[in-house]
């Protein structure tokens, strides 16, 4: 297991995420770390004013042809260069990509979501050749499915992909919700595999959050590995991700497997 950090981050604007930006430029001097961003509400104002109503199953967003080139656009053009140029401007080594280049990710589709592709394995050679030369990977979700057809994917599967192929010590989901929550609506400070299918099954875990919550749950292909969903908004959110088992929801495989990461 590698002491690698993979970070997931929405597609707010870079002065929604100038905070978080600068804890990851302090901690990719200290650790390895990839930096994976979604873009949804950015895509949908985007779709919007060309007047497509953006549809969603299973809080995955379904997308056909026209769609996806604007979220080509807007996940590899816009938000990606953002980033990029972000971290390049607080002394980052920082190299823009997408699952689509090298053929860094392996993906399959996903039945009745249209050009939407889940993560099924991962070649690793050009990330592990940028991280070894000092680089900081910030990569946009897209990838080539069965086909070859570019395919939309959801960030956080993207995340949690790259998490489980390099054997990443930490995956951090920063998302808009403090965590995840129990039938009381209480936040739960952790959570094992099992008790997550079980707030699934019961419905406790709904809408967006329940493909979050398998993403993070596919990243624990290592004992002693962990996940944390938490809020990028908060004060020092990165930081406290990482290092404050109060804050969001860490996910483990089992309850052996976090004292063996604490």
Not at 129 to 134: Q, R
Not at 170 to 199: F, P
């Amino acid at each position: 297991m590698s002491e690698s950090v993979v970070i997931k981050l929405g597609g707010t604007t870079i002065a929604e995420q100038a905070q978080v930006l600068d804890e990851v430029a302090s901690l990719a001097r200290r650790r390895p770390v990839i930096l994976v961003h979604g873009g949804g509400k950015r895509l949908t104002e985007w779709l919007e004013r060309m007047g497509v109503v953006s549809q969603f199953k299973g809080g995955l967003r379904i997308t056909d042809a026209a769609s996806l080139e604007v979220a080509a656009a807007v996940l590899r053009g816009v938000i990606n260069s953002e980033l990029v140029a972000g971290l390049r401007a607080l002394g980052v080594d920082a190299v823009g990509l997408s699952g689509v280049d090298g053929g860094l990710l392996i993906a399959e589709r996903i039945e009745d979501l249209g050009l939407v592709a889940r993560v099924v394995g991962l070649r690793r050679d050009l990330l592990d050749a940028l991280m070894v030369a000092g680089q900081v990977p910030v990569v946009a979700p897209l990838a080539r499915d069965e086909h070859g057809l570019v395919c939309n994917v959801n960030a956080d599967d993207v995340a949690a992909g790259i998490a489980a192929g390099i054997g990443a010590r930490q995956l951090v989901l920063m998302t808009d919700v403090d965590g995840v929550r129990d039938a009381t609506g209480r936040k739960l400070d952790s959570l094992t595999a099992a008790e997550a299918e079980t707030l699934i099954a019961d419905g406790v875990i709904a809408g967006g959050m329940v493909p979050k919550v398998r993403a993070a749950l596919g990243a624990l292909a290592w004992e002693g590995t962990e996940a944390i969903i938490a809020d990028g908004g908060a004060p020092r959110a990165l930081s406290r991700a990482l290092d404050d088992p109060a804050f969001g929801t860490r996910l483990t495989t089992s309850r052996s497997a976090r004292a063996g990461a604490a």
